[in-house]
């Protein structure tokens, strides 16, 4: 069974620090996926990963920035967290194109 | 960008009846797939159905099923026979090209 780790399921943090979300997934997934889930706007696309080293903007990727220098391993970056990233954070992995996702549990990232 | 819309309120649905879910997309990558995916009170997001684009047979997993109308663009989730244990969020997405986009979701309630 396909398993994607986030290595914290809350997390409180202070306006401006550096705040890192790590995803681990172990089936040699080529790609990643980083979304943050907000009650009445579903489920949104921040930035993804097809390979190692490479990343693509999502929907929503100001004021985050990722990083994948492993293939199991992708990492989420708030570079100065703000209070309107407060969300819960879903980290995603699949193992080729257009076939199912598999989710961690999540990130409730509280930024006060 | 892909867009999905989801555009039912909560719903209430008697155990045993059958629930239809409404998701409309919109995307202009030739090939492309869909899912349904549900997210119980728990929080984790459970992979439900998958539709590919190309498939000429709509799809079915037990209780659930998926009614493609490609000219309309439309991707509907039945599921059969509710159970309580049905009550949750569902959310619909679309991929193509290695990115996957999700509608707002759909609240279900089943009442015994």
């Known amino acids: 069974d396909v398993k994607v780790t986030q290595s914290s399921r809350y997390l409180v943090k202070r306006t401006g620090e550096k705040v890192f979300l790590e995803c681990v997934q172990d089936m040699d997934h080529e790609n990643m996926f980083w979304y943050r889930q907000d009650p009445g706007l579903g489920l949104r696309l921040i930035y993804f990963s097809y390979d190692v080293k490479m990343k693509e903007k999502g929907d929503i990727p100001e004021g985050y920035s990722v990083s994948r220098e492993k293939k199991e391993r992708f990492s989420l970056i708030l570079e100065s967290a703000s209070t309107n990233q407060t969300s819960m954070y879903l980290c995603?992995?699949?193992?080729?194109?257009?076939?199912?996702?598999?989710f961690g549990n999540g990130t409730r990232l509280t930024v006060t | 960008a892909q867009k999905i819309t989801q555009t039912q309120p909560g719903m209430f649905v008697q155990e045993k009846e059958a629930v239809t879910l409404d998701c409309t997309y919109d995307t202009s990558d030739p090939s492309y797939g869909l899912f349904w995916y549900k997210q119980p009170s728990s929080g984790e997001m459970i992979f439900l159905i998958y539709q590919g684009s190309y498939d000429q047979q709509n799809a079915t997993e037990g209780r659930y099923s998926l009614n493609f109308q490609k000219a309309r663009k439309s991707a509907n989730l039945v599921i059969s026979a509710s159970q309580l244990g049905d009550s949750a969020m569902y959310f619909c997405?679309?991929?193509?090209?290695?990115?996957?986009?999700f509608g707002k979701g759909n609240q279900v309630v089943v009442i015994p």
């Open positions: 995603a992995s699949s193992g080729s194109y257009n076939s199912p996702l598999h």
């Open positions: 997405g679309s991929g193509g090209n290695n990115r996957l986009a």
